[in-house]
């Protein structure tokens, strides 16, 4: 129950594997992709429920048992996030693939040839998804350094922010807290639009509290809870403060 919640890395990695297939092949692998995440947001919010459920019965505990309690929540919440925006980013690729198949919009004229894709932006799509799938499979120094590479050949890529918030995950899963924290904050600072901007704040706080800057780091966790109530990242936050006692 109280035990650290995994992220279904392989369905991501199955659905970005999928994307050099054949447009009848991407369509139906997506969806089904899209359709497993949603089973995995189903358990999790089951999990979710039964945790709470159990947290309320579970009131005379000790102080230790409760704050186990609120990790495992905490852990849950996060990892709900997480696959929501999965979920959102192979949703996006399923509206493009069904794009793709849609008629000409003028069906009595002669079809116009199909553009050539861009080689550039094939080549773009293609380093990223190399680079997420080496951090998918747990290479987090493998995938460091093709998400480095990543960035320099493709600084204007629409996946420049989402890559830079990988190379930040991958410093911190080799627990280099000081190269992610840095990473982290380029994200905060180039991307402020972005939908990695706030897990970005608290991955940077996270960073804070693993170096040993505590003060930094309370600051850090307050200002989310403070600026971003109601939020997935508000609510680690919060427990985040709770387990330090503030």
Do not use: W
Not at 86 to 102: E, M, P, Y
Not at 135 to 161: C, E, I, M
Not at 162 to 174: R, T
């Amino acid at each position: 129950m109280r035990s650290r919640v995994m992220i279904p890395t392989l369905a991501v990695a199955g659905a970005l594997l999928c994307l050099g297939c054949e447009s009848e092949d991407r369509l139906k692998r997506v969806e089904d992709q899209v359709t497993d995440l949603k089973v995995e947001i189903f358990k999790l919010r089951t999990q979710m429920e039964e945790g709470n459920r159990k947290a309320e019965e579970d009131r005379s505990e000790s102080t230790v048992a409760r704050n186990q309690d609120r990790r495992f929540q905490a852990d849950l919440q996060e990892t709900l996030r997480q696959l929501q925006d999965s979920t959102r980013v192979l949703n996006n690729r399923l509206g493009d693939v069904a794009q793709q198949r849609k008629p000409a919009a003028q069906p009595r004229q002669a079809a116009a040839p199909a553009p050539a894709e861009d080689p550039a932006a094939m080549d773009d799509e293609k380093a990223f998804n190399a680079a997420v799938l080496d951090y998918n499979r747990g290479n987090y120094a493998l995938a460091a350094d093709g998400l480095a590479l990543f960035l320099k050949n493709h600084p204007q890529s629409a996946h420049a922010s989402d890559g830079l918030f990988f190379l930040g995950l991958s410093f911190y899963n080799q627990k280099a807290f000081d190269k992610a924290q840095a990473t982290f904050e380029r994200v905060i600072k180039e991307f402020p639009s972005s939908n990695q901007f706030l897990p970005a704040k608290l991955k940077r706080a996270q960073c804070l509290m693993k170096q040993g800057l505590k003060p930094a780091a309370i600051k850090a966790f307050k200002e989310i809870v403070d600026s971003f109530a109601g939020s997935p990242e508000a609510r680690t936050a919060k427990q985040e403060l709770d387990d330090l006692g503030f």
